[in-house]
């Protein structure tokens, strides 16, 4: 019986062990990781996931969290704007954004049924498609508008996808008339989106949940393009009001607020 006893031990310790603490491993650097991330120390979290990644490759929660951080990395080293002529990019957040479209791949091949990864390729697409030119920028368009559909048409309520989405088709119809008949011919005249189509996508991201501070301040910018200064002013006041709950929220209520002075001083000024 002590023999037994013994073995069954021994199996225990020296067996079974191997595959359980190399599993736990994984999960305790995603804990770790998500630490940072709730602390939107995006690159910590980062290093985390990574050490995740070498140990689970394959595993979907890994994949997503690793996808996600590579480009909130580069979402923090690239900045935002509320005016998009001041826009500028750096080659330190095109690695990053590079090797999230690398990821966003990976995970979109290995689980095609899930909305999550169309969601995060469009984003990586979106993000890489700042730093190239011409006929490579139009097709990384098309594939945007696409994967957001996609992650829409299999998870109805999930707002990243239809804030993505608002953004693209605002992206679109700021074109001029040249570029934007350049890449309808590359697409076969399937390039399309207007200011309206982008107010559209984004209310209805509004609608599902009112609280997003990313949701206004993409509102604003498309109500600045449709000419209508009230509803800017709205919604960059709600992106005043509303918790930060994301990595950007800081810096999206700064540019929110200095837009919002310049527009109220400019409206106080019209009255007098």
Not at 38 to 62: H, Q
Not at 141 to 152: G, V
Request: proline share 3%; hydrophobic share 40%; glycine share 4%.
């Amino acid at each position: 019986m002590m023999h037994v006893l013994l073995v069954f031990i021994s199996v225990v310790l020296l067996g079974f062990p191997a595959e359980y603490l190399k599993a736990q491993d994984y999960i305790d650097f995603i804990k770790k990781g998500d630490e940072y991330y709730r602390e939107f120390n995006s690159f910590r979290a980062l290093k985390e996931y990574e050490k995740a990644y070498k140990i689970a490759p394959d595993n979907y929660e890994v994949l997503l969290r690793l996808t996600r951080v590579y480009n909130d990395v580069g979402e923090d080293i690239q900045g935002i704007w509320f005016d998009d002529k001041k826009k500028v990019t750096t080659e330190v957040a095109k690695k990053y954004f590079e090797k999230a479209t690398w990821f966003a791949s990976l995970l979109h091949n290995r689980f095609p049924d899930k909305a999550e990864p169309y969601f995060l390729l469009a984003l990586s697409y979106g993000h890489l498609a700042l730093f190239k030119g011409g006929r490579e920028k139009v097709k990384l368009a098309k594939d945007i508008e696409q994967n957001c559909l996609k992650a829409i048409e299999l998870d109805p309520n999930f707002i990243p996808a239809y804030i993505a989405l608002g953004v693209y088709y605002r992206e679109v119809a700021g074109l001029n008339w040249f570029l934007k008949s350049f890449a309808r011919s590359l697409t076969n005249g399937s390039l399309n989106g207007t200011y309206r189509d982008s107010e559209r996508v984004l209310l209805k991201a509004l609608e599902l949940n009112p609280s997003i501070i990313r949701t206004h301040f993409e509102l604003a910018k498309t109500y600045k393009a449709l000419g209508k200064e009230d509803k800017v002013i709205y919604h960059l006041k709600k992106v005043l009001e509303l918790p930060i709950v994301d990595h950007q929220d800081k810096v999206i209520k700064s540019e929110a607020g200095s837009n919002l002075n310049r527009l109220l001083a400019k409206k106080y000024k019209k009255v007098e």
